[in-house]
């Protein structure tokens, strides 16, 4: 009963269809900032994660060294 109504609220389709251009051009934007943003994400991601591999790797050799020293 209600539902073309509720459809009606969220959903347009213009009859004119240039209004489609600004609508693509603005997504478009958006998407490829998104991707952007996702690669930028990723490699900030793994230099951090190496940097916290070279401090692990520091720290246990540093407690290996020192093991070794107290024998």
Do not use: C
Request: hydrophobic share 40%.
């Amino acid at each position: 009963m209600y539902q073309p109504f509720v459809l009606s609220l969220f959903l347009y389709f213009p009859e004119d269809k240039s209004e489609y251009g600004p609508a693509a051009i603005t997504f478009i934007i958006f998407m490829i900032g998104a991707i952007l943003t996702m690669r930028l994400i990723i490699k900030v991601s793994k230099r951090e994660a190496q940097k916290a591999k070279e401090l692990e790797e520091k720290l246990i050799s540093g407690q290996r060294t020192q093991g070794n020293s107290e024998h």
